[in-house]
């Protein structure tokens, strides 16, 4: 298998070249695109699932085109442990303040007790948080399977 990617190599070697300046000038685009899904999901269709797919896919681009250790790189391995737990405890996180407060488990308008900005600012503001954390479980998940099918479960080199 190593040397069929060798002598591909050999027979074109500009398409590496135009292959990784392409994507090095649509990852941002495509992190901005990601982030964007995002935060105007509770405004339009998307949100913390497909923002989060997106903002997975382009550092799992990054790793198809530069290899497995340039996406460790971007990501190392123990930030998107970190991350892969950071998401959904924001979730979570939202959801326990709102009992806190009085009310039910994601009922935003009990958040009003600690900030007085108004019931309708704090739905708008609680929807944020939770598609924001989201976001950043299902970019890390996305990740972690990624290497983890990529590389045989070792995460060291990738296909």
Not at 69 to 86: C, D, F, G
Not at 129 to 147: D, K, T
Request: glycine residues 14%; proline residues 4%.
């Amino acid at each position: 298998m190593r040397e069929l990617q060798d002598e591909a190599k050999l027979r074109m070697p500009w398409q590496d070249v135009i292959l990784q300046t392409s994507v090095r000038i649509l990852i941002p685009f495509i992190q901005l695109f990601g982030l964007y899904v995002i935060v105007h999901g509770h405004y339009s269709p998307g949100g913390g699932f497909q923002g989060g797919v997106i903002l997975g896919s382009a550092i799992i681009l990054m790793a198809l085109v530069f290899g497995l250790p340039a996406s460790k790189h971007y990501i190392s391995e123990n930030t998107n442990k970190v991350l892969s737990v950071l998401g959904p405890l924001v979730y979570c996180g939202v959801g326990a303040l709102c009992i806190l407060c009085g009310g039910y488990f994601l009922e935003y308008s009990a958040l009003n007790t600690i900030v007085p900005l108004g019931e309708i600012q704090w739905h708008s503001m609680g929807i944020f948080l939770v598609e924001v954390g989201v976001g950043i479980g299902v970019m890390s998940i996305m990740i972690r399977i990624y290497r983890v099918l990529s590389s045989a479960g070792t995460i060291d080199q990738g296909l």
